[in-house]
């Protein structure tokens, strides 16, 4: 089955560092392939992405303490998170623009990874 699986979310006191990563079976093709969070109460934000051509792509929120990389051979992706602060707790989402041998390109989701930012 086409899956994408997450690892590495859990608790995390304030300026602590995590890393979550996200791997792609079940014959894709990937193109590109970002992280998504959401907290209770707000918004799904977009806070990373990275092309195939290696471009990245962060939002204001996570500059300089979030970094965003992908292993080809793999097709797995990883996001170092560095300072972590309360307010990044959410559930944090992977995201593939990916196609099959069977389908079209199309967005993938994996099933989110809690990220606890808490003293």
């Known amino acids: 089955q086409v899956q994408l699986v997450e690892s590495g979310g859990g608790l995390v006191q304030p300026g602590g560092s995590l890393r979550v990563s996200c791997a792609a079976s079940g014959g894709f093709r990937i193109y590109a392939m970002g992280w998504y969070r959401q907290a209770p109460g707000k918004r799904r934000e977009l806070v990373a992405e990275i092309s195939d051509d290696g471009s990245t792509k962060y939002a204001d929120s996570v500059k300089g303490r979030f970094t965003i990389s992908r292993d080809g051979a793999k097709d797995t992706m990883y996001l170092q998170m560095n300072s972590l602060k309360p307010e990044d707790t959410a559930v944090y989402f992977c995201?593939?623009?990916?196609?099959?041998?069977?389908?079209?390109?199309?967005?993938?989701w994996g099933q989110g990874t809690q990220v606890t930012v808490s003293s």
């Open positions: 995201i593939a623009d990916a196609s099959t041998a069977w389908g079209p390109r199309t967005d993938y």
